[in-house]
């Protein structure tokens, strides 16, 4: 699907936005299958912004500098969290915020009303995720929100939810 739409565009910056959850999808995989040391079958998408591949071989190389700007802190952060920890999910965390901001960010840097508004929407379908997520297990929002960006209106922008993350916390 993406090869025809890519044919029919020019300007490939516009999809930037609806590309972002792949990439950082296919680095979450990466940073588990170097951690675990196990390659799954099909667990890339190959229309992301690097190739699984290649974020397998950054992150068993400890290259961070090498990744986009945008996961170059939470690859890290996520990788020594998996590796202390062992928490994968507390890695999803970590990567997803980071994920959620590149896509606020992608889409005001484009302007255009419509991928704004998507973000936006992407973001606050996330939240409510977390908040159901966090009742179902039991964990408490703290768990999982201190990561994660919360929508909230004002002057119809985006704001971030500064709680510390764990590092910070001690």
């Not at 961070?64 to 920890?85: G, K």
């Not at 992608?106 to 973000?119: F, I, P, T």
Request: net charge negative; with cysteine; proline share 2%.
């Amino acid at each position: 699907t993406w090869t025809l739409v890519k044919e029919m565009v020019s300007d490939q910056t516009v999809f930037d936005v609806l590309l972002i959850q792949d990439s950082f999808h296919n680095l979450k995989a990466a940073i588990k299958t170097v951690v675990d040391g196990e390659v799954q079958a099909n667990i890339f998408y190959d229309n992301a912004s690097v190739s699984g591949e290649a974020l397998v071989e950054i992150i068993k190389d400890k290259d961070f500098r090498s990744l986009p700007e945008s996961m170059r802190e939470c690859a890290l952060e996520a990788y020594e969290c998996l590796v202390h920890t062992g928490d994968g999910q507390m890695c999803d965390v970590i990567i997803d915020r980071a994920a959620m901001r590149a896509m606020l960010a992608a889409a005001e840097k484009n302007g255009d009303a419509l991928l704004k508004e998507y973000a936006e929407t992407v973001v606050a379908v996330a939240n409510i995720k977390i908040a159901v997520r966090s009742v179902k297990t039991e964990k408490g929002l703290d768990y999982e929100a201190f990561l994660m960006l919360l929508l909230a209106e004002k002057n119809n922008s985006c704001l971030l939810y500064t709680s510390p993350s764990p590092r910070d916390r001690s």
